[in-house]
């Protein structure tokens, strides 16, 4: 992994994962998915302790408790990200999925908790392996 980026006081993270092979995985209640070979963004969120669901995230081996830690095994994570709650995940996962081009590839993915489509999404735009400058967007654009 390159790098983790946090910042005090964000609620919210985005994890960049690349998938070098297009690849079928059970994914708890949502059964088999498949997967396409590319980057991926996940979006989540962590109301306190955001550190540690991080490191639970980057975690190779665990029980499997959300969608990603069925996904986790067959990624390499090149950077995480945190951003201040402003909006809420479901925002930042659209303003992701537009600046980058994204695609929702497994519906319902780490979204059981709210309506949104998906938090995870497969990046097309070319360029976008460093997602750093986005905290910046975010906060300038205030969702």
């Known amino acids: 992994m390159d790098s983790i980026n946090t910042?005090?006081?964000?609620?919210?993270?985005?994890?960049?994962?690349?998938?070098d092979r297009n690849i079928k995985i059970e994914v708890g209640r949502l059964g088999e998915c498949d997967f396409?070979?590319?980057s991926y963004i996940y979006i989540g969120s962590a109301k306190r302790n955001i550190g540690s669901r991080i490191n639970r995230h980057v975690t190779i081996e665990k029980v499997?408790?959300?969608?990603?830690?069925?996904?986790?095994p067959f990624v390499t994570?090149?950077?995480?990200i945190t951003f201040?709650?402003?909006?809420?995940?479901?925002?930042?996962?659209?303003?992701?999925?537009?600046?980058?081009?994204?695609?929702v590839v497994v519906p319902r993915f780490g979204s059981?908790?709210?309506?949104?489509?998906?938090?995870?999404?497969k990046v097309k735009r070319e360029g976008s392996e460093n997602i750093y400058h986005l905290r910046e967007m975010w906060l300038t654009?205030?969702?």
Do not use: T
């Not at 910042?7 to 998938?19: F, P, R, S, T």
């Not at 201040?84 to 695609?103: D, I, R, S, T």
């Not at 059981?112 to 999404?121: T, Y």
């Open 7 to 19: 910042n005090v006081g964000d609620q919210l993270y985005a994890i960049k994962m690349v998938l």
């Open 64 to 72: 499997k408790r959300w969608h990603l830690d069925y996904f986790r």
């Open 112 to 121: 059981s908790d709210c309506k949104c489509d998906s938090h995870l999404i």
């Open 141 to 143: 654009n205030r969702h």
């Open 84 to 103: 201040p709650v402003h909006g809420g995940e479901c925002q930042l996962k659209e303003f992701l999925q537009n600046e980058l081009l994204g695609e």
């Open 77 to 80: 994570i090149q950077h995480v």
């Open 36 to 38: 396409q070979k590319g």
